[in-house]
């Protein structure tokens, strides 16, 4: 798929457009040390900011994820046509699930705190 500009390359997220690899890469050692960072700042000024990074780099992680996964599999399981739709629903999941997580944080307690509810006794 050949879309230029910063949409296109949002679109098509994956190895096909070079900045998705380094991107990727980039997310994905900065989720590894953000959860930790995250579970041990729950309840200080930074479990704010920890959650709205949270927000946007588990959905753009698995944005670029999936456009991977789109890339290797909608060709051999539907048709090459496919992959164009498949990557614009996947903008929209993206997107919603950055929208859903930023209301969390915003109005309710927090990615973290959702998270640690789990163990939390009423
Ligand atoms: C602490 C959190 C996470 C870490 C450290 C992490 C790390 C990774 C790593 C290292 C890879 C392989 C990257 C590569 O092939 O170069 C990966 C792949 C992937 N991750 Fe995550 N991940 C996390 C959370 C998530 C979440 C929450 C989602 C869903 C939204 C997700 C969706 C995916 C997808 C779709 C792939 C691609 C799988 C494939 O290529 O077959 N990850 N992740």
């Not at 900045?19 to 930074?46: E, Q, S």
């Not at 903008?91 to 919603?96: A, I, K, N, S």
Request: net charge positive; proline share 5%; aromatic share 8%.
């Amino acid at each position: 798929m050949s879309m230029g500009g910063a949409l296109g390359k949002f679109i098509a997220a994956d190895a096909e457009v070079g900045l998705a690899v380094k991107v990727y890469h980039r997310v994905n050692l900065a989720l590894l040390g953000a959860t930790p960072v995250a579970l041990a700042t729950d309840n200080t000024f930074l479990s704010f900011p920890v959650d709205m990074g949270l927000a946007i780099m588990f959905p753009l992680h698995g944005h670029i994820g999936m456009n991977y996964v789109i890339t290797d599999y909608v060709p051999k399981l539907f048709s090459k046509a496919a992959v164009g739709p498949a990557r614009a629903v996947m903008v929209g999941v993206t997107g919603f699930t950055m929208l859903g997580l930023t209301k969390l944080n915003v109005e309710g307690p927090g990615i973290t705190g959702t998270l640690k509810a789990l163990w939390r006794k009423e």
